[in-house]
């Protein structure tokens, strides 16, 4: 195992538990390098030992330390002076110093210490027991940190491997299932006349249910496009956006006798595919999850809080049962059924992932029977 | 308008190939049909090679992007980095409504991208339109 200290962001799944980590020990007096170099073998961690400042900065500059014991008193570069130099690089900023003093001992020292960044102050002579079991310590918390890194990056990696195998499903699961309902059409045309209603029926079940299957492979689609291709900002005109949504809901909005009014709709940098994709979606459910008791009424407003833009989309629909809220952004969740609500559980899951993409975030207040509000938040791009 | 338009369609899916054949018995002006299975087979077809040994230059290329061998993005590039063909207008006829390949295609010169309908109506609709364009509507190198 080379010396290099992988880079933490790109930090390859399998590396912690291979090397064991890493104590520097820095004193300018051999027999201290010696006596603490044997209290802590046992501890299980590769020790490295420098006898002066300037050779602790060349190795902590090419070697990754789970801790530094650092003697204060020595000549040309102290303690202090080469804690504080470390401290600059930022490999080393959550690197635990520990400084062992025989001299300096008054509270000021140890003041300063803590100034600089160290997480404590021994004085000599040292307590073997101790100061080992503060080493341990800081080499568990070492470990568990590289343990959990592990884990994230082999989680990411695996979050991206799922993506992926979404994303080609179903861009290769578009062209079957057009073919079934193009040839449920072709046979209808073709043997029509010859066809019991039954059989008619049966080709029209087939029909029906390939085109719910491709909005779900399309959702899918959109949902996993989130993320992988790249989010282009420009000056977006909010009203113009909620104008051509509106204008595709019209045929719902006349037949239903709904109002959908807005105000205050900003122009703003922003994602125009990403206002759009919320729009639709949350102007469509605000009309799609009503009753039929009442006309539905939606308002898509909005104002400025500090540095976000905050979108409200609220309706007077049938509300969001308290038992559901929790799940309602994860994806494929539906809690009605088809013939009742139709969709395929996507929809807002890729709302709140392109939202976050973008900086910013979403949320629901809701009372079943009463209506709901979709809170949606945005950085102003300039 | 021309007397009759002939299309190269370079498409791998027996059902697609099937459903524009049927599409295309109506279409104005007539098409004659020849059909590559692959990038491949669609180079053979422009070079007049094997089974298309005697055959004419297409007027036309519909082309599909997902296929085995040499897939439509790659023929795509053969047809516009050479001299001799590149002035073949290539219409992409595809499943894929994603924006990295209509991106992807338009800057490999393709002259249209058309995404294949779902509907089965709309689809042979769709294809008369691309011919009825490019056989009347648009003047082609001779």
Redesign the interface.
């Known amino acids: 195992m080379s010396a290099v200290t992988p880079n933490r962001s790109e930090y390859a799944p399998g590396m912690a538990g291979v090397t064991p980590p890493r104590i520097l020990i820095v004193d300018d007096r051999r027999e201290n390098l010696l006596a603490t170099q044997a209290l802590l073998r046992p501890l299980g961690a590769e020790i490295i030992t420098a006898d002066s400042g300037e050779k602790a900065l060349n190795l902590v500059l090419k070697t990754e330390f789970a801790i530094v014991l650092l003697d204060v008193q020595m000549p040309v570069m102290d303690g202090f002076e080469t804690a504080q130099l470390m401290k600059t690089r930022p490999s080393m900023a959550n690197v635990p110093i520990i400084f062992i003093t025989a001299i300096s001992k008054e509270d000021h020292f140890a003041t300063q210490a803590a100034q600089i960044g160290a997480v404590d102050y021994i004085f000599k002579p040292i307590n073997p027991d101790i100061l080992k079991s503060k080493v341990s310590v800081y080499l568990d918390l070492y470990r568990q940190r590289e343990q959990i890194l592990q884990l994230n990056a082999s989680l990411r990696q695996s979050n991206e491997e799922l993506e992926r195998f979404a994303y080609v499903c179903s861009?290769?699961m578009?062209?079957p299932v057009?073919?079934m309902?193009?040839?449920?059409?072709?046979l209808t045309e073709f043997a029509g006349d010859e066809l019991s209603d039954d059989s008619k029926r049966y080709l029209d079940y087939i029909r029906d249910n390939a085109?719910r299957m491709?909005k779900m492979i399309?959702d899918i689609?959109n949902f996993s496009?989130v993320g992988r291709?790249e989010v282009k900002l420009e000056v977006v005109n909010c009203r113009e956006i909620y104008d051509e949504v509106v204008h595709e809901f019209h045929d719902t909005i006349v037949r239903k006798h709904a109002v959908v009014m807005s105000d205050g709709l900003p122009i703003l940098k922003t994602s125009p595919t990403l206002m759009r994709v919320l729009l639709q979606n949350l102007v469509g459910n605000a009309l799609k999850f009503q009753d039929g008791s009442q006309p539905p009424e939606v308002s898509v407003t909005a104002k400025r809080e500090g540095h976000l833009w905050r979108f409200d989309v609220a309706d007077n629909g049938i509300g969001i049962d308290p038992a559901f809220s929790s799940r309602l952004f994860t994806i494929f969740q539906r809690f009605h059924r088809e013939d009742d609500y139709p969709g395929t559980g996507i929809g807002l899951s890729t709302c709140r992932k392109f939202v976050r993409l973008c900086g910013g975030d979403m949320s629901f207040t809701s009372r079943p029977g009463e209506g709901s509000v979709f809170t949606f938040t945005l950085p102003d791009g300039d | 308008m021309r007397p009759q338009l002939d299309i190269l369609l370079v498409e791998d899916n027996e059902g697609d190939v099937e459903m524009t054949r049927r599409a295309l018995t109506t279409a104005v002006p007539p098409v004659r049909m020849t059909v590559a299975n692959n990038g491949n087979q669609a180079l053979e077809c422009l070079h007049k090679e094997g089974q298309y040994e005697g055959g004419k230059t297409p007027d036309l290329i519909l082309l599909d992007i997902n296929m085995p061998r040499m897939d439509g993005k790659a023929f795509l590039n053969v047809v516009k980095e050479s001299t001799e063909f590149r002035s073949i207008p290539v219409v992409m006829f595809t499943s894929s409504e994603s924006p990295a390949d209509i991106r992807e295609c338009f800057e490999r010169h393709a002259n249209g991208y058309v995404v294949k309908p779902f509907d089965g109506t709309e689809y042979a609709k769709t294809l008369r339109q691309v011919v009825s364009f490019w056989g009347s509507t648009s003047e082609l190198p001779s």
């Open positions: 861009h290769d578009q062209e057009r073919m309902n193009s040839y449920a059409t072709v085109v491709q399309r689609l496009r291709e």
